[in-house]
C-alpha cells in the first residue's frame, strides 16, 4: 500500500428503497488520518451512507474499496473485521458495566481457573481498559466503576476506547457531540483529534457546523441522495456549505 492509498473509497455508491433514492451515484474517500465530515440536511441520506459503509445496507450498485480493495459485507460484524467501526448516538453501552467489561462485551477474554476452570479474564479487561483511555489521553478517576457513572463525554469516549481496542482504521461517529455541553463536546473533539493523530480515518456526521470546522479536513455535502459538493475545509466556510446543504 502506498500513502496514496485511501482507507476506504465508497465509488458510485447507490441505494434505493423501492422508488425513493436515498443515494444515488456518491463517491468519498478517507485517506489516513483524515477526519472527513458527512454533511447535509434531514433525508440528505447521511444514514443510509453510514449503513452502506457499514454493513447495515448492501448497496444497490456501487463498490466500497477498503486500503485499495474492493470488500462486500453481509453484515456490520464483517465491516467491523475488516476495519470499519460505527459509533452510533446510543453508544450501544452497557450502563451496569465497567469500561473493561464494555470494551469486550461479547467477546470476553477468558482465563482458567485452577488449571482448568474457565473464567472471564478481569485483570486483561482491566489493563486493556487502563491503556486504551490512556492512549486517547483520557482519565477518568475510577476505571472500575460502571458506566453509567460517567458523563455523556466520558462514555463517548468508551465508545471510541472499544472501536479503537478493536483496531479500527476507519471510525464513523454519527453526531458524536448533539447530546453534551460545551466543555464536553471539546473533549470530544481532541478524541477525534487523537485518533486522527494514530493515523486512523474518521467519518463525522454533524449537524454542528462549528464542530465540523474545528476537527474536520474535508467535508462531504450530500443533498437528496447526491454529493452536492465537496470541500476542503480549510478553503471553504458556514455559507458555503449552508449553500451547498440547501441547493439552490
Ligand atoms: N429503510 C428505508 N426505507 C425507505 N426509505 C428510506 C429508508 N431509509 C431511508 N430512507 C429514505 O432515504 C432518504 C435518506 O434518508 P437518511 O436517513 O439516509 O437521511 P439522513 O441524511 O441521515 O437524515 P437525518 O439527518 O434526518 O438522519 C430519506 O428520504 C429517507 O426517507
Known amino acids: 500500500m502506498n500513502s496514496q492509498t485511501p482507507l476506504l473509497e465508497v465509488r458510485n455508491l447507490s441505494r434505493h428503497f423501492g422508488a425513493v433514492r436515498a443515494l444515488d451515484d456518491c463517491s468519498m474517500v478517507v485517506r489516513p488520518g483524515e477526519v472527513v465530515a458527512l454533511a447535509g440536511d434531514n433525508g440528505a441520506g447521511k444514514t443510509t451512507m453510514i449503513k452502506a459503509i457499514s454493513g447495515v445496507y448492501p448497496p444497490t450498485s456501487g463498490e466500497i474499496l477498503i486500503e485499495g480493495k474492493p470488500v462486500t459485507f453481509s453484515s456490520p460484524q464483517e465491516a467491523r473485521a475488516l476495519g470499519i467501526e460505527t459509533i452510533y448516538q446510543d453508544l450501544a453501552l452497557a450502563d451496569n458495566l465497567t469500561i473493561g467489561a464494555n470494551i469486550f462485551l461479547g467477546r470476553e477474554p477468558m482465563r482458567k ?56 482504521k476507519i471510525l464513523i461517529m454519527d453526531e458524536p457531540t448533539a447530546a453534551l455541553g460545551v466543555p464536553e463536546q471539546r473533549k470530544v473533539i481532541s ?34 441522495g447526491i454529493v452536492a459538493g465537496e470541500r476542503n475545509i480549510a478553503d471553504t466556510n458556514h455559507d458555503e456549505v449552508v449553500k451547498l446543504m440547501i441547493g439552490g
Do not use: C
Open 113 to 168: 481457573a485452577f488449571g482448568f476452570l474457565p473464567v472471564i479474564d478481569r485483570k486483561t479487561m482491566s489493563k486493556a481498559a487502563a491503556e486504551t483511555m490512556a492512549l486517547l489521553d483520557f482519565h477518568v478517576k475510577r476505571l472500575d466503576a460502571p458506566v453509567s457513572n460517567f458523563s455523556g463525554g466520558q462514555r463517548q469516549a468508551v465508545a471510541i476506547g472499544r472501536a479503537v481496542y478493536w483496531n479500527a
Open 191 to 224: 478524541l477525534i483529534k487523537s485518533l486522527k493523530a494514530q493515523g486512523r480515518g474518521v467519518i463525522f456526521i454533524s449537524h454542528n457546523l462549528q464542530d465540523i470546522f474545528a476537527v474536520s479536513d474535508r467535508i462531504v455535502v450530500l443533498r437528496r
